[in-house]
């Protein structure tokens, strides 16, 4: 792999969409109820098509899932997280998508991002479904979602990073999503923490491959089996 | 479960179909997941589709024990039927 797709902005995305879709797929048969089952592997589906047709533009699609260390992996500390209940899947789904539906708005000359907002809105459309319901639930739900927001915000400022490559602005990006999240949050009755003046916002370096510790072992089991059988068809 | 996730009745119109068919049945905390999740059940997301979903609670469905008065019209009363109406050229979707 030359060093030029490793800084290509396309591969931190491909591995934010590869790594939460991973996520999402070991809720496979552990949802609250079926329906919801179905629509966070639907989610799931959508993220894993988007990466392998960015992966695609950049190279062999499974070299470049299965074969690089956890240090090569660019994407956002954000979707490297652990499942936690269902609060925390759909509180880290809100932020995520909620960002990924603002810049892929932006990228209007890449191909991927013009297919695949449509599906983005769908997952911010579901996550603030379920933010609302949760954070205006029942006393235990509200705790809940609050927890997951306390315990995610300290990732969301990683998205703000500019991805050197990207014709972005960057500020737009971070006040619109602040601007919608903090909506949500107020309708859904939870409370939005801190901002960055609070030092709230300052993990993350997922982009230069600095991962948090949960990442590795879930590296492991998706790798496994690839490495084991290394250029075996399938 | 059953109180909090209530069951809904599905109707979904295809795009170029004329009417909403019954399509299924899902549970759902409330109307806007329904939607949502009938979406994802019963039409694969294709664009231009109409959904309806309605609470099973609210529909009231005819008692099969009544089933012969009800659903058995006088067969020997042709003039019941709109069988002697010529169809006016260019009608379409009768």
């Not at chain 1, 030359?2 to 934010?16: K, Q």
């Not at chain 1, 695609?56 to 660019?74: C, H, K, M, T």
């Not at chain 1, 609302?132 to 400022?157: C, I, K, M, N, P």
Request: charged share 25%.
């Amino acid at each position: 792999m030359t060093s030029t797709v490793a800084d290509r902005p396309e591969l931190a995305l491909a591995d934010d969409a590869l790594i939460l879709s991973h996520r999402l797929g070991q809720w496979a048969g552990h949802a609250p109820v079926l329906e919801e089952e179905v629509a966070l592997a639907n989610i799931a589906l959508d993220l894993l098509g988007q990466a392998r047709a960015l992966y695609s533009e950049l190279g062999d699609e499974d070299e470049l899932a299965y074969l690089r260390e956890e240090r090569a992996f660019r994407n956002c500390q954000l979707v490297e997280q652990p499942n936690g209940d269902f609060a925390v899947t759909l509180v880290r789904q809100l932020f995520f998508s909620s960002w990924q539906e603002l810049l892929y708005g932006q990228l209007t000359s890449m191909p991927l991002a013009v297919k695949a907002v449509k599906e983005v809105v769908y997952h911010r459309d579901h996550a603030e479904q379920w933010t609302l319901r949760l954070g205006d639930g029942t006393d235990e739900s509200h705790r809940r979602a609050q927890h997951a927001v306390d315990t995610l915000w300290r990732y969301t400022g990683e998205l703000f990073q500019p991805l050197p490559g990207l014709d972005v602005c960057w500020d737009a990006m971070r006040s619109g999503w602040e601007k919608r999240v903090t909506g949500i949050l107020d309708r859904a009755t939870l409370t939005v923490p801190d901002g960055p003046q609070h030092g709230g916002w300052a993990a993350g370096a997922g982009r230069q491959g600095l991962h948090t510790e949960p990442f590795g072992p879930m590296l492991a089991e998706m790798q496994h089996l690839h490495r084991s059988h290394p250029g075996a068809a399938w | 479960m059953s109180s909090d996730w209530p069951l809904w009745e599905v109707f979904v119109r295809s795009r170029r179909g004329l009417s909403h068919t019954h399509a299924g049945s899902l549970h759902a905390p409330d109307a806007e997941l329904a939607l949502r999740n009938a979406r994802d059940l019963y039409t694969r997301r294709s664009e231009g589709i109409s959904i309806w979903v309605v609470p099973s609670s609210a529909v009231t469905a005819s008692s099969p024990d009544e089933k012969d008065p009800f659903f058995e019209p006088a067969a020997d009363k042709p003039y019941r039927h709109p069988t002697f109406y010529e169809v006016p050229e260019g009608v379409k979707n009768l």
